[in-house]
Nanobody
Framework: QVQLVESGGGLVQAGGSLRLSCAASGRTISRSPMGWFRQAPGKEREFVAASSWSGGHTYYADSVKARFTISADNAKNTVYLQMNSLKPEDTAVYSC?????????????????????WGQGTQVTVSS
């Protein structure tokens, strides 16, 4: 059984940084496309970042590009989302997700439709 557990969320002032972690069990992340999504109150879930890990390709939403970085520690089977220069509009519940061959073949990492497993999410609140 695949489990994804996020941690690292919290309250931070605008301009600050947080690092989210997504610890995986039952799935080797180095073989799985991984993504981060977020959902703010009253809004739809939106894509934040993803990596297919193959070829070192990473993908980011325009709103977070140059501020957020997705990375992984294969020894810990954990994916990270480093978030810098946080803005109040980054406030949301952040969730990690794992995909498989269908996602990798489609290349649609920005869409939540082909991710197979999801974590429970961690709250990030950025105060102005």
């Amino acid at each position: 059984q695949v489990q994804l557990v996020e941690s690292g969320g919290g309250l931070v002032q605008a301009g600050g940084s947080l690092r989210l972690s997504c610890a995986a069990s039952g799935r080797t992340i180095s073989r799985s496309p991984m993504g981060w999504f977020r959902q703010a109150p009253g809004k739809e879930r939106e894509f934040v970042a993803a990596s297919s890990w193959s070829g070192g390709h990473t993908y980011y939403a325009d709103s977070v590009k140059a501020r957020f970085t997705i990375s992984a520690d294969n020894a810990k089977n954990t994916v990270y989302l480093q978030m810098n220069s946080l803005k109040p509009e980054d406030t949301a519940v952040y969730s990690c997700a794992a995909g498989g061959s269908a996602l990798r073949a489609s290349g649609t990492y920005y869409s939540d439709k082909l991710y197979d497993y999801w974590g429970q999410g961690t709250q990030v609140t950025v105060s102005s």
